[in-house]
C-alpha cells in the first residue's frame, strides 16, 4: 500500500522556481492590498539574506581549502579561462552601454540632493582596495564577507594542507560536506524569503517614482537584457560550438532570479555553488569561479556606471570623441571589478568615471542619488546580470551546456 507524502516532504522536493514565483506573486498581491502588513512582514526577506550572508564565507573558505587540499596531481581545472571570459564580458558590457548612450542619449535633471557616501578618489584607490582585501586578516574577511581575502586564505590553506595526511583532507572534505547540506537547507526558504522581499519593496516604494526616468532605466534594462541574451550566449557559442540559450536560461531563471531580489552577488554565492554542482561542473573550478566572480565579473555594474556618466555628460553639454568613449568603457570596466558588494556600491564609482569629463564631484553626486532612486529596479537587475553570468561562464569553460535532469 502506497502512502501520500506530507505536505513538508512535497514542499522541499518540488520546483524551487515555481516556489519562488509563487513567493513573487503572493508578495506582490499583499503589498497591494494591505501595504502594512507588508511592511511588517519584511523580516522574512532580511532573515533569509541575512541568513545567505552568514554561510557564504563559511561555505567559500571551507570549499575552496577542501577543493585544493584534495586535488589530485595533475588533475585540469579552467579557472584561467574562467577568468579570461570574466574581462571579456565586463570589457563587452561597458562598450554596449557606450554604444547605447549614444544610441539613445539621456539627460537628467540634477535637483536630487547630494549623496552621503564619500566615492573613491581616482583609479589608484580603487586597485589600492583590491590589493588590501587580499592581506586580510581571515577572521575580519569572514566577517566582513570579503571574498578576494577569503579566497586568498583558502587557497594558501589548501595549498599548505596538499601535502597532509589523507586523514586531515578527509575531515575537510566532510566539513565541506556538512555546509554545503547547510547552505541546501537555508536555499529550499528562497520562496519565504523572497515573498518578504517582494512585499516590503512594493509596499515602500512602488514604481511611481521611477515614471520620471522611464527612459534612463530603459537604456540601462536593455543594455543588460542585450548583454545576458544576445552578448554572453555568443561567448559560451564561441567556447563551447554548442546552442547556448538553454544554459543562458536556466542561469537567469535559477540564478538571476533570487540575486534580483537579494540585490547582493555575495548573498547569491550559495544559490549559485548549488547551481553548479548540479550541472555537475568541477568542484575544483566552481569553487574558485563563483567566489571570485562574485567580487570581479561585475558586467552589470559597467553598465550602470557607463550610462550614468554618459547621462551626466549629455545633461551638462560635454562633446565626447571615440577615444574618450573608450577611455570610458576600460575605465568602466576596470572599476567595476572594484565596486563594493553591497546594494548600490556601483553607484559611489561614478564621480570617478564622470572625472574623465571634468565634471564636478558636486554635479556627479547628484547623478549618484539618481541611481539611488532607480535602484530598486536597477541594482536589482544589475545582480542579476552579474551573479547569473558567473554561471555561465564557468559552465562555457567546462564546457558545460547540457541540463541536469529534474
Known amino acids: ?40 512582514i519584511a523580516f522574512l526577506g532580511s532573515l533569509f539574506v541575512s541568513a545567505l550572508k552568514a554561510v557564504a564565507p563559511v561555505l567559500v573558505f571551507i570549499l575552496v581549502a577542501s577543493s585544493i587540499a584534495n586535488q589530485k596531481k595533475g588533475e585540469h581545472t579552467h579557472v584561467r579561462p574562467i577568468l579570461l571570459l570574466y574581462v571579456i564580458g565586463t570589457l563587452a558590457s561597458a562598450l554596449v552601454a557606450v554604444s547605447m548612450s549614444f544610441l539613445f542619449p539621456t539627460t537628467l535633471v540634477l535637483t536630487a540632493p547630494e549623496a552621503a557616501m564619500a566615492p573613491p578618489g581616482g583609479i589608484g584607490e580603487v586597485l589600492n582596495t583590491l590589493l588590501f582585501k587580499v592581506v586580510d586578516n581571515p577572521v575580519n574577511a569572514l566577517m566582513t564577507g570579503n571574498f578576494i581575502g577569503i579566497l586568498a586564505w583558502g587557497v594558501a590553506l589548501g595549498l599548505a594542507l596538499h601535502k597532509a595526511s589523507k586523514s586531515t583532507k578527509q575531515m575537510f572534505h566532510d566539513v565541506s ?80 532570479v533570487t540575486a534580483f531580489f537579494t540585490r ?16 555537475k561542473l568541477h568542484e575544483d573550478t566552481y569553487s574558485v569561479s563563483i567566489p571570485l566572480g562574485a ?36 575605465v568602466a570596466a576596470v572599476s567595476a571589478c572594484g565596486a563594493s558588494g553591497v546594494a548600490g556600491g556601483s553607484l559611489l564609482l561614478i564621480p570617478l568615471a564622470c572625472s574623465l ?11 549618484v542619488a539618481v541611481g539611488f532612486i ?16 558567473d554561471v555561465v561562464f564557468s559552465a562555457a569553460a567546462c564546457g558545460q551546456t547540457e541540463l541536469p535532469k529534474q
Not at 569629463?357 to 547623478?367: K, P, R
Open 1 to 40: 500500500m502506497t502512502t501520500q507524502p506530507s505536505l513538508i516532504k512535497r514542499l522541499t522536493s518540488g520546483s524551487l522556481v515555481l516556489q519562488i514565483l509563487i513567493g513573487i506573486i503572493a508578495g506582490v498581491v499583499l503589498a497591494s492590498v494591505s501595504p502594512s502588513t507588508a511592511k511588517s
Open 177 to 256: 560536506e556538512s555546509v554545503t547540506l547547510i547552505v541546501r537547507m537555508v536555499i529550499r526558504f528562497a520562496p519565504i524569503g523572497i515573498f518578504g522581499l517582494v512585499a516590503q519593496t512594493v509596499a515602500e516604494t512602488g514604481f511611481v517614482a521611477l515614471a520620471g526616468y522611464g527612459k534612463l532605466l530603459a537604456v540601462l534594462l536593455g543594455s543588460m537584457l542585450f548583454i545576458a541574451l544576445v552578448v554572453n550566449p555568443l561567448v559560451v557559442f564561441v567556447r563551447t560550438r554548442k546552442n547556448p540559450y538553454p544554459l543562458v536560461l536556466l542561469c537567469l531563471r535559477e540564478s538571476g
Open 357 to 367: 569629463f571634468g565634471i564636478s564631484n558636486d554635479v556627479a553626486m547628484q547623478v
Open 295 to 330: 567580487t570581479i565579473n561585475m558586467a552589470g555594474a559597467a553598465i550602470t556606471i557607463t550610462v550614468l556618466t554618459l547621462a551626466a555628460v549629455h545633461t551638462v553639454g560635454v562633446e565626447v570623441d571615440i577615444a574618450t568613449a573608450l577611455l570610458l568603457s576600460v
Open 374 to 389: 532607480i535602484g530598486v529596479v536597477q541594482d536589482s537587475a544589475e545582480t542579476a546580470l552579474n551573479s547569473s553570468t
Open 264 to 279: 547582493s552577488s555575495a548573498a547569491n554565492v550559495p544559490v549559485n555553488l548549488a547551481l553548479c554542482e548540479r550541472l
